[in-house]
């Protein structure tokens, strides 16, 4: 009898520990600027590459999932997820947006055209000098960042935005938004 219970438990202890496992992998945005959002990017998963978002069924084991580079974004660090027989598993990676900064100290632009994604790409206009600063366009209007602040714009449409200093000459700043 005892031998007959050994034999049923090595079979119960066997059959859960070679049970496969479940693996989801996802990609989202940040939600930093704004509300996170889904990607469908390329995420490797040991030697299988997927489209995200995937739920996979894998033997137990340590996994890592790297995660593609992607155009306005920074690239997610590899993930390292174990999967347990019957269990599980999640893998999600954060793609943050490319920030583009623009000083606008002394009346005038530190560049003369940037490239924005719009719905994606924060652009941070910076003043680091003492005084006021004011820029105009038509997304935006008239806008006035006080010394030492910063003002943060998302283009919703895609297009050619020409940034100002009303009060000067200086160059204007050249957005190009796709």
């Known amino acids: 009898m005892v031998l007959i219970s050994a034999i049923v438990v090595y079979g119960i202890w066997s059959a859960s520990n070679v049970q496969d496992g479940t693996l989801t992998v996802n990609a989202l945005s940040s939600h930093r600027y704004y509300t996170a959002f889904g990607l469908n990017v390329t995420a490797s998963v040991g030697s299988r590459d997927v489209t995200t978002p995937m739920t996979l069924?894998?033997?137990?084991?340590?996994?890592?999932?790297?995660?593609?580079?992607?155009?306005?974004?920074?690239?997610?660090?590899?993930?390292?997820?174990?999967?347990?027989?019957?269990?599980?598993?999640?893998?999600?990676?954060?793609?943050?947006?490319?920030?583009?900064?623009?000083?606008?100290?002394?009346?005038?632009?530190?560049?003369?055209?940037?490239?924005?994604?719009?719905?994606?790409?924060?652009?941070?206009?910076?003043n680091p000098s003492s005084s006021d600063q004011i820029i105009y366009s038509q997304p935006t209007g008239r806008v006035e960042i006080l010394p030492m602040q910063n003002y943060t714009y998302i283009f919703q449409h895609p297009g050619t935005f020409v940034f100002s200093f009303p009060l000067n000459a200086s160059p204007n700043l050249q957005v190009t938004v796709s």
């Open 57 to 126: 069924s894998l033997a137990q084991g340590a996994y890592t999932v790297t995660f593609s580079a992607e155009p306005w974004f920074t690239t997610p660090t590899a993930i390292d997820v174990t999967v347990a027989g019957g269990k599980h598993a999640y893998a999600v990676g954060t793609y943050d947006p490319i920030v583009e900064y623009v000083s606008v100290g002394g009346g005038q632009f530190n560049s003369t055209s940037l490239d924005a994604l719009h719905g994606v790409t924060p652009v941070v206009w910076v």
